[in-house]
Structures are given as C-alpha cells and as structure tokens.
C-alpha cells in the first residue's frame, strides 16, 4: 500500500513538473483578478488563491486590504502601505503582476497610476482609457515601460468588439494591447478565437472565463464545460506566441467559488500539457 501511495506521489510531482515547465517555456503565468474572491479581503483572497493552486495576481481598486492592515487596495495608498502590502504579498508567497480595471479621470491620475504601479512592481495595467488620452496612455507606457492592456467589457461598453481596442493602439507604443476578456467576448456574441486572431500580436493579458450560453446573461461555469472554446483559445494563443498572465475571473457563486476555481486551474494545467 504505501508503495502505491509513494508512486502516486511521485506521478502527481511529475505531472506538476512537466506543467510547470511547459508553462514557463509558453511564458505564461496562471493567476487570478482578486475580484474573483470580492466578497473577502485582500489577505483572504491570497489565501483562497493559495489553495486553487494560484500564485500571480491582479489587484482591484477598492478591495479591504484586512491581515491587520486598515484601508483598501488603492493607487492612492501612501508609501508605508505599500511598504505593509508588499510585506503581506511576500508573506502569502504571492506576486503581483497586474491592477485594474482602470479609468483615471485625467493626466494626473494616469501618471499617479503609473507611479504606484511602478513603486509596486506591476507589470501591466488593465485598463479602459478615455479616447483623449489614448496618446498620453502610450507616452507613460514608453516612460515607465509599463504595459496598458485595454479591457473589454460586453457591449455597449466602448471596448466591447477588438475593432475598438485596434483603433485605440493604432501607432501607439508596444506596449499598448489587449486584456482579453473572453467570457466578455462571449456575452457580447463574438467568437474569443476569431477575436483573437484579430487582435494578433496584441494580446498581452487575458481575463479568463468559460460560459454557460452565449448571451448576455450567461454566468461562469468550470473551464471546459461551458461555450468558450478554452481549448480552442489557448491553442491559439500558443500559435500567436502569447506571453503573458491568465486572471481567474470566475465571477458566480461569490461565498463559495473556490471549487469551480480548482476545478477551473486543473483543466488549464491539463490543457498546457497537450499544447
């Protein structure tokens, strides 16, 4: 008995081995958007993406912090909170990547973002800017060498169909693109695949999500099991040469989503290991 137990251990830490490593040759991270675990804090998000198997993380404006620490998650947060934000991120074995979604309201908030996004060690803000500062956004992204990625919310969200967010980088740094939002796709009744291979060499984040219907009031189902085509999705990712993070997003069942979301990051392991 124990000799079957030590062999399963050791296939189960092969499996993980060979996942991990094919992730890390794609450059792609797995991690989750904290809103996901909303109806919780900060620290108590951490900890329930610690046990779906999570470790990137994109931070929301507005979530309590809690671990001892007063306040919300927030641009706005002096230096010594993040000086303690940071400490909690070390102290859960976490690493934060990504932020939003974001709308600053004029020059100033945008370069405030920039800063603390640097000071934070953010790699990619995701973001729905204002026309007017398409050119500004593009700016602070060469400066800060910071990625925007443009978020799309399901119509009659500005950014709802890839056309919108191509318009938006047109000439603009690099280092403008897309967060892909997929199950957004999928409400708005586009095909994530073909939104993907519009937006090709621009996707540099995704929200990830997998539907019950194609329609606006669809709502998340484990990866696999409902009308995204996640398999179709991440191998055409693979095929763009995507390197990027993957934000669980899983926004159903808020109290109690942690096994849907385990459920979820398992079949994306399972799907890595095919590509």
């Known amino acids: 008995m124990m000799k079957r137990i030590l062999l399963a251990g050791a296939m189960m830490v092969s499996t993980l081995g060979f996942s991990q490593t094919k992730a890390d040759k794609l450059g792609w991270k797995l991690g989750s958007q904290a809103y996901t675990f ?116 399901p119509k009659p969200s500005h950014y709802w169909h890839p056309d919108s967010v191509l318009v938006a980088i047109k000439g603009r740094s690099p280092l403008m693109g897309s967060c892909a939002d997929i199950g957004h796709w999928v409400r708005s009744g586009l095909d994530p695949v073909e939104c993907l291979k519009m937006l090709k060499g621009h996707v540099l984040h995704s929200h990830f999500k997998d539907l019950n219907e194609k329609s606006p009031d669809a709502h998340d189902v484990v990866w696999g099991t409902g009308v995204s085509n996640i398999s179709g999705v991440l191998a055409e990712l693979k095929a763009q040469h995507f390197r990027g993070m993957f934000s669980v997003e899983y926004e159903y069942h808020w109290e109690n989503s942690v096994p849907e979301v385990k459920e979820s990051v398992k079949y994306w392991w399972a799907q890595v290991n095919k590509l």
């Open 38 to 153: 909303n109806r919780f804090t900060l620290a108590e998000a951490l900890d329930k993406m610690d046990s779906v198997g999570v470790h990137y993380v994109e931070c929301y404006n507005g979530q309590k912090i809690g671990g001892g620490i007063e306040g919300v998650f927030e641009w706005k947060m002096d230096a010594a909170k993040q000086a303690r934000v940071k400490a909690l991120f070390k102290q859960k074995n976490k690493v934060l990547v990504a932020y939003g979604v974001l709308s600053p309201a004029d020059e100033k908030e945008w370069v405030d973002v920039f800063n603390f996004a640097k000071a934070m060690g953010i790699q990619v803000i995701t973001a729905e800017p204002k026309r007017e500062h398409w050119d500004l956004v593009s700016k602070l992204c060469d400066q800060y060498q910071i990625k925007v990625a443009i978020h799309d919310h």
